[in-house]
Every structure is written in C-alpha cells, then in structure tokens.
C-alpha cells in the first residue's frame, strides 16, 4: 500500500469513521477501584499526596460504595491499616480485622459490587516488610503460612476474590490450597505476579501507612530492568494456581504487559498505581494536563497493551468520563 492510492486519513475524517475502525475501548466493567480502611468512625481522611482519594472507616466506606456503585463502578479493591501493627502483622488475619469487617459490611449493604481484598502483611506489620523478619531478613516460607491465614479469613468474610501482592515465593499456591481445604475452591487468586520494586508507591505508603522502617522492598519485588525474571514470575504463579496476571506499575511497564499477553492465555491485569496518579493530579492542578483526556489516554494505552482489568485511583473519575 503506497500513497496516493493508500491515503490512512480517509479513515480520519469524522468521528463517526473513525469509532467505526478503533480497534480499543474499555468499559466500566474492566475497572477496579482501590479503597483504604481504617478504624474509627465518620472518617474521611483525605491522602495528602493523592487528592480526591481518600481513607473510610467502615461506615463511611460503605456509604461511599453505595455511591460507587449507584456511578457504575463494578468492583473495589480493599486495604485495611488495623489499629494496632506487630512483628508478625497478626491483625491481618482477625477475624474482626479492619478488612474482614469492612468486606462484611459491603456484602451485606452494597450487593452486587464485587470485592476483592489484597493480601500482604506490610500494612500490618510494626516494621513495614511485607513478611515476617529474621534479622534483617524478610523471611520467605515463615511467611506464607501468615498469608494464607490472611486470605482464608478474607474468603470468610465474604470476599469475592484474594490478590496477594507480598511477592513471596510460593504464596499463589500456599493460598490456593488453603482456600481448597476449608471449601473456597471457587474463589479466585488475582496474584500481583510482575510486581516491581517501584518509586510509583510513594503516595500509597502514606495512604497505607506502610512505608518499610528500614531498607526498601527490592529483596523480593523485581528490578525495574528485568524482563525475561517477568516471564518467569508469571509461570511460576500460573503453575500455582492464579487466575489472573497482574502487572504493577502499568504505564511504565506497558512492554511487560504486552509480553505477558502475547505469552500466556490467562486474564491480565495492570495497576496503574499511586504514583501515577499523583502525577497526572498534580500536572492537572497547575493547569499543564486536560485531565479527563490524559486519564483517558493513559487507561487506554494500558488496554491497547494487552490488560483485561485495570486498577486505578481513576475509577470514579472515569465513570463520569464514560457516562
Ligand atoms: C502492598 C501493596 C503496595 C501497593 C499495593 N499493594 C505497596 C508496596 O508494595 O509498597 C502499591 C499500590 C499503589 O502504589 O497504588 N504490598
């Protein structure tokens, strides 16, 4: 195909030729929204570093998801900071935790909103790391049996799904056969598969309240230049037992995400994180970015790569975007 027989802006030349040929688009039902929970009541704290996100207590969060849904949102993602953090971050397994009681809540009061928990000790834990310590040392398979009483307890309350984002080794299948042994075979595992050790969850450490005390996560999240240890991370958590692939961050990591879809058949999901949020927020606020097109574009180049589901701080926005 040569110019002048091949001209590509004849398919340009209105909006209604060119939604004819566009070959991405995203719906609401493709999106998740993350949502923090603490403890108290008729608490709405505003995180400093992500404007118009903000952290609930149960009963406000409630109430929020109510609207959530009413706007069209789908499905939430949950993270719990407890009232108290210890060595082994045992509140994230209690029964009357702050992420049991909040998935509790939404089960009963918001039917019909899907909602999946995420899984990991470092908001739990008085140090921050994301598993039990030896040392200095973030200790791998001490630290799966926590997890899994973490999921498990989740499934009890009622959650729709587990995401455990820790990066243990061996954790998709600890989970897995937990969940099949107390009779929750049903309940999928969205693993964080290709989680990188990144500078995009600064804000989220202040939103979680779960910046490490010591060191920083690269013993067990992946150097940022990997690719290839991507593939193998993915392989591993399918061979466990997850249902879908997560990527995390999205916008910096589009290449891994498109690898992952050219190379495995499973759903894939990207979280556009924290930081990415932020970013776009911030540029917005000084008048540099339209908003509403950035985060439109932004969600998706994330879609165009390869993601079924994608996280974002963005959801709400983008259910007024859509409508
Ligand atoms: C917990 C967890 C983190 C995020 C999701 N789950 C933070 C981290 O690993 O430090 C980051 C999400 C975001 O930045 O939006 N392990």
Known sequence: MMFPEYRPRRLRRNEEIRSMVRETSFGMEHLIYP???VPGRDVQNEISA??????????????????????GIKSVILFGIPEEKDATGSQAWAKSGIVQRAVEALKKEVPGLIVVTDVCLCEYTSHGHCGVLSGKDVEN????????????????????????????????????DILDENGYENIPIMAYSVKYASAFYGPFREAAESAPEFGDRRSYQMDPANKREALREAALDMEEGADILMVKPAMPYLDII?????????????????????????????GW?????????????IRRAGADIILTYFAKALAKILA
Do not use: N, W
């Open 35 to 37: 949502l923090f929970v």
């Open 50 to 71: 992500m404007p118009g996100c903000y952290q609930f207590s149960v009963d406000k969060l409630v109430e929020e998801a109510k609207g959530l849904r009413d706007a």
């Open 141 to 176: 398979d001490a630290t799966l049996e926590l997890l899994a009483k973490a999921a498990l307890s989740h499934a009890r309350a009622g959650a729709d799904m587990v995401a455990p984002s820790d990066m243990m080794d061996g954790r998709v299948g600890a989970i897995r």
């Open 258 to 286: 498109h690898m992952l879809r050219q190379e495995f058949t499973l759903p894939i999901a990207a979280y556009h994180v924290s930081g990415e949020y932020a970013a776009i927020k911030a540029a917005a606020a000084q």
């Open 289 to 301: 970015l339209d908003e509403e097109r950035v985060v439109y574009e932004s969600i998706l180049s």
